[in-house]
């Protein structure tokens, strides 16, 4: 019986199977998108080029407006030629190649305006209310404060003051808020947030973003452990041996001396990015696969972790601070001959820190943190360090040690994860190696990874907030990470070790883990 071609699968006519699944897209409602400190970099570098490339690949359908504030004088045409040129540098799509970027660059409006002058903001409503006339439906807005932090309680003043934000737009339309990291410098500043946010805007319209969040990777984290029946039963202490984080820079400060000089690298990565991978990887399954209950279960393993004994840091944390060295073949300076530096700086641009969990499922499996600046490679990943074999029965047959199976969640520059086992050499005698099981997604799926900001502005037009921060996840962050800054702050004997630019950091987090019989996975 002859075969019908129309029925073989799709990997026989030559498509990637893992690319079948790729088509189809949601509905969303027409909306405008208001950035305010439209002129700053993040709008022509992340923000612009993610809503296009949502356009041009047919993600975002309905009509959309984007309407950018800020106090610097030009027009609607310069804005859009700024904006056209931030397109050719930085998006994924070309835009030569979308025969719609002209009417994309069409929809694009400029609203000259300062932060604390109300008459701006009444105007901003006039501006959006023709707008949305002209183009019919509701009222749908999504306001995203790309500011600096000092300017987002008078934003949201002045929003709710011209009638902009409030419970009672909602009948015409839905408002939204996306606030960028930093969210407070300590506990009470975020508390303070908190209450400027809420006093205009319910929690469920507040979508606190971190980019590493949109990542591919980190998405794919829960679906990793929950969607195959082989990983989440050995997800614990029984199996685990401990946890590794790495979030490591070549860069220096890139000319932003005046805001890590007073954050430090445990205010920048630790508190945000990294706490929220951490509260990823620990918690429990969700009863449900929706924002609520995932926040919820990020929210108890943040609860859960040990508050450490501050009066000997030196068995959890270490800070330092890089040298001059070389990166990358090319010479760089000390942090503190940098630019806007201060000559006598105590800020850490390293920090390495041991947490633990307590509770059923963590008990004794310690989590290692690193994250620093200048150190030898970009990477960051998770390590899942499995307990070795209980029985070495291969000793006599030639292989002195079994190395750990260890679970590698790649998240950037390369997303993937990687599986290590151990696998008999060729040969006459039992020499067990490990060797790697690689899966990567630009091979696999055949294409690139989205742009994380565009995943995040996608699911804060849809309403789903599952990637973004709830105010108590931010909260229970920074309850654990205050007071250990503060003890450092008040101790000023405390020791800032220091380590070369372009390495793996300082001799003291390489101790840190010997204290515990382990070491820093090589990556």
Request: proline share 6%; charged share 25%.
């Amino acid at each position: 019986m002859a075969r019908n071609k129309s029925a073989a699968p799709a990997w026989e006519a030559g498509v990637n199977p893992f690319r079948r699944h790729q088509a189809g897209h949601v509905n969303v409602e027409p909306c405008t998108v208001v950035i305010f400190g439209a002129s700053g970099d993040l709008t022509g570098r992340k923000l612009l080029p993610a809503l296009f490339n949502l356009v041009a690949e047919g993600a975002l359908t309905a009509p959309l407006a984007i309407v950018g504030f800020a106090r610097r004088d030009q027009s609607d045409d310069s804005f859009r030629v700024k904006m056209r040129e931030d397109l050719a540098e930085f998006s994924r799509t070309r835009p030569e190649q979308y025969a719609g970027l002209d009417s994309f660059l069409g929809s694009i409006t400029y609203h000259r305006g300062s932060f604390d002058q109300q008459e701006d903001f009444v105007s901003l409503k006039r501006r959006l209310n023709e707008l949305e006339l002209k183009r019919g439906g509701p009222h749908n807005r999504l306001y995203y404060l790309a500011t600096p932090p000092e300017s987002f309680p008078e934003i949201i003043r002045q929003l709710k003051s011209a009638g902009l934000a409030g419970s009672e737009l909602e009948a015409s339309g839905w408002n939204r808020i996306i606030i960028e990291k930093p969210y407070g410098r300590d506990l009470a500043s975020a508390w303070t947030l908190t209450g400027a946010v809420h006093s205009a805007f319910s929690e469920k319209q507040v979508y606190r973003i971190d980019h590493y969040l949109g990542k591919e990777t980190v998405q794919n984290i829960l679906a990793f452990r929950l969607g195959n029946g082989i990983f989440e039963p050995i997800w614990n202490r029984t199996y685990v041996d401990h946890v590794q984080i790495t979030v490591s820079e070549t860069l220096g400060l890139e000319n932003r001396a005046g805001y890590f000089d007073k954050a430090g690298i445990a205010r920048d990565m630790l508190q945000s990015h990294i706490l929220q991978l951490f509260s990823l990887i620990a918690m429990e399954p969700p009863v449900a696969f929706d924002a609520s209950h995932i926040h919820d279960e990020k929210a108890k393993v943040l609860r859960s972790v040990r508050h450490p004994d501050l009066s000997d840091m030196s068995r959890f944390l270490v800070r330092a601070q890089y040298r001059e060295g070389s990166v990358g073949g090319q010479k760089v300076p000390s942090y503190r001959d940098e630019p806007g530096v201060e000559p006598s700086s105590m800020t850490e641009t390293y920090l390495a820190i041991k947490l633990e969990i307590d509770n059923w499922r963590w008990a004794g499996v310690p989590f290692y943190i690193r994250t620093g600046k200048r150190l030898a490679k970009k990477i960051s990943e998770v390590d899942i360090i499995f307990r070795e074999p209980p029985h070495r029965i291969f000793t006599q047959a030639g292989t002195e040690k079994i190395h750990a199976n260890v679970l590698g969640i790649k998240i950037q520059p390369e997303e993937g994860i990687s599986l290590s086992v151990g696998c008999k050499r060729p040969g006459q005698f039992y020499d067990i190696s490990p060797v790697n099981m690689e899966f990567n997604y630009a091979t696999s799926f055949g294409v690139a990874s989205p742009e994380a900001y565009e995943r995040l502005l996608l699911d804060a037009i849809l309403g789903d907030s599952t990637l973004f921060a709830r105010a108590d996840e931010v909260e229970l962050s920074w309850e654990l990470l205050d007071p250990i800054i503060t003890a450092w702050k008040n101790e000023p004997g405390y020791p800032l070790a220091f380590y070369e630019a372009g390495s793996w950091g300082p001799a003291e987090a390489a101790a840190l883990m010997t204290r515990g019989g382990r070491e820093w996975h090589r990556l």
